[in-house]
């Protein structure tokens, strides 16, 4: 079945730095990949949508990258600020109706 | 534009009982999606609806149900509740049917179940 990885533990880095979150999945061959930032208590928010034709993918501080080979995504915050403390949740979707979330990575960012 | 809103926020339910969460989609959205997001984990999909028709459901029990009105709103119903059930129960929308297109999340409803 079909399966999606995230760092289960919290990510915690120092401001200025740059946080890298990984998700692997397994068993199926996503057409693209979405990636959303969870506050607590709220809904997920659309952050970047990347296609499995694509390498990469910027929004502002942001980066992704799509390896099908290696079935893994990247996804890259530079210059990280506290108030980018949040869950991170990734979706590797295929032509279907519906999101297959991972479990997510919380973010930490300290002063 | 208003986003996504759905009612209530917070319900509290003993096993048994019967619940029906709300949500209105975005102005112009005419697909509907329901996810339930226990903690720690991330949002299961549970139906699609897209011009009122149920595109897509996840594995989740006929306990579980949902519709969709003709200005696109969305109720969820669940039956015979477990205390499993206790979850936040998101709606989403977008403008068209299929999950390419980036989904608008509500603040979702807190359901507790004792």
């Known amino acids: 079945s079909q399966k999606i990885e995230q760092n289960s533990e919290a990510l915690n880095i120092q401001e200025g730095k740059t946080a890298t979150l990984t998700c692997n999945y397994t068993n199926y061959s996503p057409a693209y990949l979405q990636w959303y930032r969870q506050d607590p208590g709220r809904g997920p928010v659309f952050l970047l949508l990347i296609r499995e034709n694509e390498k990469e993918k910027r929004k502002e501080r942001l980066k992704v990258t799509f390896d099908t080979t290696l079935k893994q995504s990247l996804f890259h915050i530079t210059a990280s600020q506290p108030a980018d403390s949040a869950t991170y949740l990734c979706a590797p979707s295929g032509n279907t109706d519906k999101l297959i979330f991972g479990t997510g990575t919380r973010l930490q960012v300290f002063p | 534009d208003a986003g996504v809103t759905q009612s209530p926020t917070h319900l509290i339910k003993t096993r048994g009982q019967q619940v029906t969460l709300r949500c209105s989609p975005i102005?112009?959205?005419?697909?509907v999606s329901w996810y339930q997001q226990v903690l720690g984990q991330g949002p299961q999909f549970i139906f699609q609806y897209y011009e009122k028709e149920e595109r897509g459901r996840g594995n989740f029990p006929d306990r579980f149900s949902a519709r969709q009105f003709p200005n696109y709103s969305s109720e969820l119903n669940v039956n015979a509740l477990l205390l499993g059930d206790s979850a936040l129960y998101l709606c989403a929308s977008s403008q068209q049917g299929d999950s390419y297109n980036e989904q608008f999340f509500g603040p979702g409803t807190r359901l507790t179940v004792l």
């Open positions: 102005s112009g959205h005419k697909s």
